[in-house]
């Protein structure tokens, strides 16, 4: 059974750092892109930061660049958001999806069911 399951969220103070990990099962992860969208309370979900499956990490926002990182464990089937540098803004629910073609394609095959991440002091 195929399954993406985010973690790591929670409630964290401003100028703090949280790290969001992205497990998959059921089908070929090592072969997908992985990437991280959010969606804030009365806003539209917005892509924030992918990964290739040749490892390689493709921007989609500005606001992440120079405070997000992403990185991928195939051996545990896993990616991971690390996020310095958190502010208010950065309050949603984050998802992570997969996707057979690669970063730059917007058709996701599989999504998981989202992390809350709280930036509040």
């Known amino acids: 059974q195929l399954h993406l399951v985010e973690s790591g969220g929670g409630l964290v103070q401003p100028g703090r750092s949280l790290r969001l990990s992205c497990s998959a099962s059921?089908?070929?992860?090592?072969?997908?892109?992985i990437g991280w969208f959010r969606q804030a309370p009365g806003k539209q979900r917005e892509a924030v930061v992918c990964?290739?499956?040749?490892?390689?990490?493709?921007y989609y926002a500005d606001f992440a660049k120079g405070r997000f990182t992403i990185a991928r464990n195939n051996a545990k089937n896993t990616v991971y958001l690390q996020m310095n540098s958190l502010n208010s803004e950065d309050t949603a629910t984050y998802y992570c999806?997969?996707?057979?073609?690669?970063?730059?394609?917007?058709?996701?095959?599989?999504w998981g069911q989202g992390t809350q991440v709280t930036v509040s002091s």
């Open positions: 999806a997969a996707n057979r073609i690669d970063c730059s394609s917007s058709e996701n095959d599989y």
């Open positions: 059921g089908f070929a992860f090592e072969s997908f892109a």
């Open positions: 990964i290739s499956s040749s490892d390689s990490p493709w």
